[in-house]
């Protein structure tokens, strides 16, 4: 069985601060997106209850791209894919 700290990737710093700004205006408004499709999909503007999938994976995008601007580090860049921010 191996350690507890070899299982875990090292997060260090890949974005800068132009990469953490856009991360964050981005997990805003994913978080409001997944809001304004929650009101809909409750009001039954959308009848599908299949929506709450959406709004369940907007909400946790959003939270996960802002705390990815408040660690400034980016999972995709930390498994080897090049972005342009």
Do not use: H
């Amino acid at each position: 069985m191996l350690p507890a700290q070899s299982i875990l990737m090292e997060r260090t710093c890949n974005i800068d601060a132009k990469g953490r700004v856009v991360r964050f205006v981005t997990g805003i408004f994913a978080i409001l997106a997944g809001l304004t499709l929650a009101i809909l999909v409750s009001q039954g503007v959308l009848p599908s209850e299949s929506y709450w999938m959406l709004v369940t994976g907007s909400i946790i995008g959003g939270i996960f791209a802002m705390w990815e601007a408040r660690a400034g580090w980016c999972v995709v860049r930390a498994i080897g894919i090049k972005t342009p921010l």
